[in-house]
């Protein structure tokens, strides 16, 4: 997440939603930390450099309603809050993805051992389902301001400066894949246990059931 005093705004930054691009661009808004720019510390790791890990009074993935009860009323209900979010099925590729290549990942060695994709649908579905809904809303009450789509994201990160007065680019970091398709990872199987699964984001965020070809 990042806390702005100095533009009076706060990001929560749901996963896998391009929020490492998101985080550099503001981050010298950032009050939280004065570190370096993410793209430096990455940087640093190959050259096989020591990283500083940022000091941050709140979790980097905190949900608004969790925030909400650690930080000031005043604040919170103040500032402008956003965040993004990101086709479901898309969304599970892309953590899936980021998982199998991270080896560092607490996730990495355990997704690694799964036969296949339609297998990790069927684990995530039944033993780790998280809503992207649980991010922004606390029950059916959205905290949020400003909720941005992934896929339209230059547009929307664009409507979010010109709201904040600020200028900035958006750099692209941490992609888990160069291929943007996303439905020749899905049988029919995994497609619709998303479906029923994450209805309720799907609903929510206005998203469609995509077909197979």
Known sequence: MILSHSKKFIFIHNYKVAGTSIQNALIEFDSQKKNPPIFKN?????????VSPPKLKYHAHIKAK?????????????????????NPWDWQV??????????????????????????????RVHHDLHLQKSFFYEENNCLMDFIGKFENINEDFSKICDLLGIQVALPYLNRSREDKRFTHFYSQKSIDMIYEAFKEDIELFNYTKPQLR
């Open 42 to 50: 990455k940087l640093k790791r190959k050259l096989g450099l020591k």
């Open 66 to 86: 969790d925030l909400k009860a650690q930080m000031s009323k005043k604040v919170f209900e103040e500032y402008f809050k956003f965040g993004f979010v990101r």
């Open 94 to 123: 892309s953590l899936y993805t980021f998982m199998l290549k991270d080896a560092k990942h607490h996730q990495h060695e355990f997704v690694k051992s799964l036969k296949d994709f339609d297998e990790y649908i069927d684990w």
